[in-house]
């Protein structure tokens, strides 16, 4: 007797970025990622204590529903967070219950939208843009981040947290990740320099907020009415009831 054979079903996903980032020949170059629908294996996942100690257990899920060949370490953080919530609605629907103001509301997350790119300002398969910081003047490159790197500046912190308990690096960490050369150089020993004893506190939210306005993401916002009747853009919180709808 043979062996009984299941097929199972897939989706492609669209991703903020459009492929643009990535080079050419890489399989995301597209602009699409195909993802299965979770089945009960991606539930054990969920619960998996280990991976849930070692807060790695949303990245074994999307590696486990991820069919395109790619390391998630190569997904922009905006492409990512496109495919987490696409995991969710594969995996539960596409209702998410939400509480604002004391009051349930449900998001129908097959309406969130990609973010609108302005693909003049994006070279074909290059990861780098030219800024000038607005109140120093000094001209610097810089990259959107990806799952890998996001990675290594957790990394860094944690260890540097380890040394001194007492350390908060969260942000200039992530500006020496974030920053590709400055004025040229892109030795990671200027950078660092630059990060640690020139970078201005304005400059650095000025960058912040440009990245944040040119990064491809998802936009999870959504609309609520309040007390007035009045339609109000909320953010959408990521609660535990996200992978979790029936707790």
Same mark, same amino acid.
């Given at each position: 007797?043979?062996?009984?054979?299941?097929?199972?079903?897939?989706?492609?996903?669209?991703?903020?970025?459009?492929?643009?980032?990535?080079?050419?020949?890489?399989?995301?170059? @597209?602009?699409?990622?195909?993802?299965?629908?979770?089945?009960?294996?991606? %539930?054990?996942?969920?619960?998996?204590?280990?991976?849930?100690?070692?807060?790695?257990?949303?990245?074994?899920?999307?590696?486990?529903?991820?069919?395109?060949?790619? @390391?998630?370490?190569?997904?922009?953080?905006?492409?990512?967070?496109?495919?987490?919530?696409?995991?969710?609605?594969?995996?539960?629907?596409?209702?998410?219950?939400?509480?604002?103001?004391?009051?349930?509301?449900?998001?129908?997350?097959?309406?969130?939208?990609?973010?609108?790119?302005?693909?003049?300002?994006?070279?074909?398969?290059?990861?780098?843009?030219?800024?000038?910081?607005?109140?120093?003047?000094?001209?610097?490159?810089?990259?959107?981040?990806?799952?890998?790197?996001?990675?290594?500046?957790?990394?860094?912190?944690?260890?540097?947290?380890?040394?001194?308990?007492?350390?908060?690096?969260?942000?200039?960490?992530?500006?020496?990740?974030?920053?590709?050369?400055? %004025?040229?150089?892109?030795?990671?020993?200027?950078?660092?320099?630059?990060?640690?004893?020139?970078?201005?506190?304005?400059?650095?939210?000025?960058?912040?907020?440009?990245?944040?306005?040119?990064?491809?993401?998802?936009?999870?916002?959504?609309?609520? %009415?309040?007390?007035?009747?009045?339609?109000?853009?909320?953010?959408?919180?990521? @609660?535990?009831?996200?992978?979790?709808?029936?707790?």
């Amino acid at each position: 007797m043979s062996e009984t054979k299941f097929k199972f079903p897939t989706e492609e996903v669209d991703l903020p970025s459009k492929g643009l980032l990535y080079p050419e020949g890489h399989p995301l170059k @597209s602009g699409k990622i195909e993802m299965k629908y979770m089945t009960a294996r991606e %539930e054990d996942i969920l619960t998996n204590q280990n991976f849930i100690s070692r807060g790695v257990v949303l990245d074994k899920l999307l590696e486990a529903l991820i069919v395109t060949k790619v @390391s998630l370490k190569d997904l922009l953080i905006g492409d990512k967070n496109a495919v987490l919530i696409s995991s969710r609605i594969l995996g539960y629907g596409k209702d998410y219950k939400i509480s604002y103001n004391g009051t349930d509301h449900i998001v129908d997350l097959t309406e969130l939208k990609n973010k609108k790119l302005d693909e003049k300002l994006f070279a074909e398969g290059i990861n780098n843009f030219e800024y000038i910081l607005p109140h120093s003047k000094t001209k610097i490159t810089f990259r959107l981040l990806t799952d890998g790197i996001d990675k290594q500046i957790e990394e860094e912190i944690k260890g540097a947290k380890k040394i001194n308990k007492n350390a908060s690096p969260e942000y200039s960490t992530r500006m020496k990740y974030l920053i590709t050369s400055v %004025e040229g150089d892109s030795s990671g020993k200027t950078i660092r320099d630059f990060v640690d004893n020139y970078l201005l506190a304005r400059d650095a939210k000025a960058l912040r907020d440009h990245v944040i306005k040119l990064q491809p993401d998802i936009e999870l916002k959504t609309e609520i %009415e309040n007390d007035f009747g009045e339609l109000e853009e909320i953010d959408i919180p990521i @609660s535990l009831n996200f992978f979790f709808p029936d707790s």
